[in-house]
């Protein structure tokens, strides 16, 4: 069975980069069947996707934060990365990896349980 | 603001039939499969509907899905206290390159 486990540093200041990583078990990163998707959550609010990931390295990104995240993979952990630079109050949520399915753009078939980052000084 | 537009609140009574909306736009909904969400406070979200009104393993056929131009809906009958929780519509949106939520619909049961 599929699980996703999102890990990362904690808390992060305003301006610095938020780096938070995705282990994946029960099933390979490398398919050619699935995405690799980052989604987050600010407290009280919607769901804003981040991007997504297709093995060995074709990303989309939400075009709000283009300039702003990169999606990376590493096989040989079976893991796959998030990083955000230049981090606000607003980028506060609890932010998921998810696997989407391919050729069916909006199918999230299993998610990460969550994790909260806080961005404060 | 949202790309997709769902009501921020619907409810109903247990038995009753609600639906909820979602709006969009050609390159989005008028163009692309939509999938339903839903979410409990403190948990992820979980795929209630897939490409536009089918229903994966488990999710109970008091759930439904329709889609028509630009706008889909969700609709719950029979409505039970546990269905309590927040639905998300989603699609892609071809001119962004994009997956767009809407803004979620806050479900409560009277």
């Known amino acids: 069975q599929l699980q996703l486990q999102e890990s990362g540093p904690g808390p992060v200041k305003p301006s610095e980069t938020l780096s938070l990583t995705c282990t994946v078990s029960?099933?390979?990163?490398?398919?050619?069947?699935?995405?690799w998707d980052w989604i987050r959550q600010p407290p009280g609010k919607g769901l804003e996707w981040i991007g997504s990931l297709y093995y060995p390295g074709r990303t989309n990104y939400n075009p709000s934060l283009k300039s702003r995240v990169t999606i990376s993979v590493d096989m040989s952990k079976n893991q796959f990365s998030l990083k955000l630079t230049s981090v606000t109050a607003a980028d506060t949520a609890v932010y998921y990896c998810?696997?989407?399915?391919?050729?069916?753009?909006?199918?999230?078939?299993?998610w990460g349980q969550g994790t909260l980052v806080t961005v404060s000084s | 603001q949202s790309v997709l537009t769902q009501p921020p609140s619907a409810s109903g009574t247990p038995g009753q039939r609600v639906t909820i909306s979602c709006s969009g736009s050609?390159?989005?909904?008028?163009?692309?499969?939509v999938y339903w969400y839903q979410q409990f406070p403190g948990t992820a979200p979980k795929v209630l509907i897939y490409?536009?009104?089918q229903r994966p393993s488990g999710v109970p056929d008091r759930f439904s899905g329709s889609k028509s131009g630009t706008s889909a809906s969700l609709a719950i009958s029979g409505l039970r206290s546990d269905d309590e929780a927040d639905y998300y519509c989603?699609?892609?949106?071809?001119?962004?390159?994009?997956?767009?939520f809407g803004g979620g619909t806050k479900l409560t049961v009277l």
């Open positions: 490409r536009n009104n």
């Open positions: 989603a699609t892609w949106d071809d001119n962004l390159s994009a997956v767009v």
């Open positions: 029960g099933g390979s990163i490398s398919s050619s069947s699935y995405y």
């Open positions: 050609s390159s989005n909904i008028g163009s692309n499969y």
């Open positions: 998810a696997r989407e399915k391919h050729l069916e753009r909006s199918w999230f078939d299993s």
